[in-house]
């Protein structure tokens, strides 16, 4: 759906295709409803403004986002927005005309990660520029890259770290790990994208009394610690099983927060 | 032109759109014909190689850009290479069909530039991952915010420096500088784009006994250095009149490599 109407072309002149000049969401529809999706709207609004792009109208989209997958018991739902056609070269034009772009996808067929998600170090190093860290625009071509780098199904997520060697995310998701009591994310104020269910799993974490702190850590350390996970806003939380030559058994505070995340979003809808 | 039909629209599903996952040249179109066409298709080729892309035909390119432009005095051929669509997220399906996109765009209306270009220093930084410096891919996101800095018309470039604040590139361009009789250029081996026209003009200096060096070199620096002068593929070189408070005179080695390569493109067609 673009802009509304039910197509499936895009003018190939779009500033999204040409220079990856946009952003996007991928929203988890359950019941037919749009997960978490104030805060999806809050994250896209953020990016709209660091890349001056017009705002669009979160009732429009949620209406088109009913339109598309209303009738779906569980669906992903990817928005595009870009900054539309025109300008010469890399300046915007004058007057952007933005395009709006929803994606209905099946759920996808997830393997049963009840004995927790077997992790990779991948290859590819996580760059980034702090003043685009945290928007999820649409140059993304990092993550295709490492997600490139190994085709074994039971491996489920790669570990991406920056150019220092600092542990950043999962090419798909954000990580978490625990020691002893306490709940580490790294920092993303330099590369990285705020995750919406990552911001979930902060809040939940403060309200539960976990403390929850910015760190840096390198993979050989990251292998050493008590428990990791992995979040997105389809998977929720995701218990990681294998990093680096180790087991872990799905540990407490994973746990906790897991089925705490779980009732909160069956409530939220 | 996308797969060789006339045709302005693409699958919204491509992988282009979505990631910047795939590639691009900008060629010039001089009395119907592509300029510097082997140099492009070489650096095409190599990108494809980066990407793991399969690549293309250039004979089949060639054909499509004379269909497509050969009645053109003078154009710009923008040529995108895509991974098309298909995969579940980042990761690349197992079968690519990449999609080859031609647009022809009217020459630019570039300003008279004998007393110099006028450039500024960008406040966007230009990062980038070793693994793909120098390839020309899709995630441009940086440029694009980079040009929207400035809307005066009498601006007609800028400077982008790497996040230690080194001088690496112009948003569309690349640079060059002079110090004494000796030619200097940025390093591009951790982000930026080879240029056709960058390497044109350093094996051209070559052969005129002009030493070139890579460099590295501060904004504060840049602007007390003898001559600096901007290459790109449809400007070939512009030099520099203004940068940073201070105004520059066409120096000699600028104005002797500008008659040069004039010359040798005239003759290369």
């Known amino acids: 759906m673009i802009n509304g ?95 709006r772009l929803l994606f209905r996808y099946p759920w996808p067929d997830y393997p049963d990660l009840s004995q927790g998600a077997c992790l990779r170090l991948c290859q590819m190093p996580l760059t980034g520029n702090p003043r685009l860290a945290g928007v999820k625009h649409l140059n993304r071509l990092e993550q295709v890259m490492a997600r490139a780098e190994w085709e074994d199904p039971a491996i489920h997520e790669g570990v991406m770290c920056d150019l220092e060697g600092w542990v950043r995310e999962g090419t798909m998701s954000n990580l978490f790990w625990v020691e002893g009591e306490r709940l580490y994310t790294p920092d993303l104020s330099r590369c990285g994208v705020h995750g919406v269910m990552r911001g979930q799993v902060m809040a939940l974490a403060k309200e539960m009394g976990i403390g929850v702190a910015s760190g840096e850590i390198t993979p050989q350390a990251l292998a050493q610690v008590d428990e990791i996970f992995l979040t997105n806003s389809l998977i929720g939380i995701w218990p990681v099983g294998h990093f680096a030559g180790r087991d872990f058994s799905p540990g407490e505070v994973t746990r906790n927060l897991r089925s705490m995340l779980q009732m909160r979003l069956e409530v939220a809808g």
Chains 1, 2 share one sequence.
Request: glycine share 10%.
């Open 5 to 99: 109407e039910m197509t499936e072309q895009l003018a190939a002149t779009d500033r999204g295709l040409h220079y990856g000049d946009g952003l996007f969401e991928t929203v988890a529809i359950i019941n037919g409803r749009p997960r978490l999706w104030s805060h999806h709207m809050e994250r896209l609004q953020h990016g709209c403004a660091v890349l001056q792009l017009p705002p669009p109208d979160p009732q429009q989209l949620h209406a088109e986002a009913l339109t598309l997958c209303g009738d779906a018991e569980r669906a992903v739902l990817k928005l595009l927005l870009t900054r539309g056609s025109g300008g010469r070269g890399y300046r915007p034009p004058p007057t952007v005309t933005p395009q």
